[in-house]
């Protein structure tokens, strides 16, 4: 007897308790697949799935991809607590940071007492200040008004019940929630890292982004362990942090640009000539790479 799409989702619920994110997003995939397959219209039920299969891509650093499942699963059902929550973990680890306070403050109009929407809008915020100084609000997207019917309506619901109304906080299942003290704590260490790093402290920053990677493979902490590797003159590993990075986000601008420069410095000038090439289809008046590109032409 062929898995009907609620049994593909228990399955990949149950993968995902056991840290194998790959697989559940693939159980989701056939699970969405299979409600195309037979038509049924399931609005609720294809969020739900789009809103799992987002948590094992933001779990494994991919984070667009992640974003992508987030705006079809609100596509679907609008406002929707989860996939506006993993949304904003996505583009905070892409540092989009406009974008993840507007979904922070968006989640916090339908439901004002989720603690993660709050600890999201005051890092949001202190980034965002040190970004673009006192006036950054003026350069946010505009904030959505929420209605009514979407703040007594809870609009994700749980992986384990679709079409249940029960807040996520009572939620009976939260398999992809289970992540959630990981991420933060991965963020948290990320953040120590980065002030270690402004006080030239490459070497215990490196520490401090390892175990961050430990919890949560994204994409900007690779970059900044790279940064460090650069600064310790440990230019394969930077290679190595650069290549993770590039394998998550393959048009990461920062990761290209480092490794190019630990190829540079490893003497693999037609492999750094390459990176800062590919760079600069993405960002053509980069002058950084542009000067890099120069230094290499000569070298």
């Known amino acids: 007897m ?4 609620s049994d593909l989702r228990r399955a990949g619920n149950e993968e995902f308790r056991r840290g194998q994110y ?8 056939r699970a969405l697949e299979l409600l195309e397959a037979t038509g049924e219209a399931a609005a609720e039920e294809r969020s ?22 987030c705006n079809s699963a609100l596509d679907l059902v609008p406002f929707g607590i989860k996939p506006l929550l993993r949304r904003a973990a996505a583009y905070e680890a892409l540092e989009r940071y406009p974008q993840a306070y507007v979904d922070y403050k968006t989640v916090l109009q339908v439901d004002c007492s989720v603690q993660a929407a709050h600890d999201g809008v005051n890092r949001m915020t202190k980034a965002l200040l040190e970004k673009d100084g006192v006036n950054w609000r003026q350069k946010l997207p505009p904030i959505p008004t ?21 807040p996520p906080a009572t939620a009976p299942q939260r398999e992809p929630d289970k992540a959630a003290a990981n991420t933060e704590r991965a963020r948290t260490l990320k953040e120590e890292g980065n002030e270690l790093v402004k006080k030239g402290n490459h070497k215990k920053a ?3 982004y390892s175990e961050s990677l430990k919890l949560n493979q994204e994409c900007a902490t690779y970059t900044n362990r790279a940064l460090c590797y650069l ?10 942090d650069c ?11 920062k990761a290209l640009y480092r490794r190019a420069q630990a190829l540079k410095e490893l003497k693999d000038y037609k492999s750094s000539i390459a990176d ?8 053509p008046k980069n002058t950084a790479a542009l000067k890099l590109l120069q230094e290499l032409n000569r070298a």
């Open 231 to 240: 600064a310790l003159k440990q230019y394969k590993e930077a290679v190595e």
């Open 146 to 166: 929420v209605p009514i019917s979407a703040q007594t309506r809870w609009s994700a619901p749980s992986a384990g019940a679709p079409g249940a109304n029960a």
């Open 2 to 5: 062929a898995a009907s799409p």
């Open 48 to 69: 739900v799935l789009l809103a799992n299969r987002a948590a094992c891509r933001l779990k494994d650093g991919a984070c667009s991809l992640c974003v992508a499942d």
């Open 22 to 29: 790959g697989p559940a997003a693939e159980l989701y995939t």
């Open 206 to 208: 490196v520490e401090k």
């Open 276 to 283: 800062i090439k590919s760079l600069l289809k993405t960002e």
């Open 243 to 253: 290549t993770e990075a590039l394998r998550l986000d393959p048009k990461n601008v």
